[in-house]
């Protein structure tokens, strides 16, 4: 983790912790940093909703079941802080949007966020990273690089080619003079290493 993630991540920390207490302006603050990724599931869900402002109050009661969910454990690192809050505005909001979606299959309409019953038009998908995601992205791939070399040199090349180079088994047998089946018996090796290492940081090789 770099000095400005760090940071970041005690910043967000006590930021959470604050508004877990009930504190409504680190609520605020929180709200305000994870603005881009809330932005991009409003976008998501937006059709659901009268309109972007209420898909935005959807993100925000997301947000607040987060917060309220958290149980006061010490995430390791800014990105599995970052993916638990993820998660849970994700959840949120899915579940919210499958009861309306329910709700317009039998019905043909359902209530909105003023009680009042609404109709339903389809969910549209759309979603695109924000800002506060490229840095969660960029220690992924850090994380990722570091599980990497760890991998003895010949683990590494071959997940290197597999993933990276779309290279097949047959193609990496060849370059390494050995049989496609031992090349496929040393690659599942090595991703089940990658994952048993990554799996804190809900990261997946591949």
């Not at 009042?116 to 924000?130: N, Y």
Request: hydrophobic share 35%.
């Amino acid at each position: 983790m770099t000095n400005e993630n760090k940071v970041q991540w005690k910043w967000t920390l006590d930021v959470l912790s604050r508004a877990k207490d009930g504190d409504t302006a680190a609520f605020s603050q929180l709200a305000e940093q994870y603005g881009p990724l809330m932005g991009a599931v409003s976008s998501r869900y937006v059709s659901y909703y009268t309109d972007l402002s209420e898909a935005r109050q959807a993100t925000l009661r997301g947000l607040h079941e987060a917060v309220c969910r958290w149980d006061g454990t010490h995430f390791s690192s800014l990105q599995q802080l970052h993916y638990f809050l993820k998660k849970e505005i994700h959840r949120y909001v899915r579940n919210e949007t499958a009861r309306m979606a329910y709700d317009r299959r039998h019905y043909g309409q359902s209530i909105d966020s003023g009680g009042q019953w609404t109709d339903l038009p389809d969910a549209m998908a759309d979603d695109a990273p924000g800002p506060a995601e490229a840095a969660i992205e960029t220690e992924r791939n850090q994380i990722l690089q570091k599980a990497l070399q760890n991998l003895p040199p010949r683990e590494r090349q071959i997940v290197t080619g597999r993933i990276y180079e779309n290279k097949t088994v047959r193609e990496l047998g060849a370059h390494f003079g050995v049989t496609h089946q031992y090349i496929s018996k040393i690659y599942g090796k090595a991703i089940q290493k990658l994952r048993d290492w990554l799996t804190p940081y809900d990261i997946q090789p591949t």
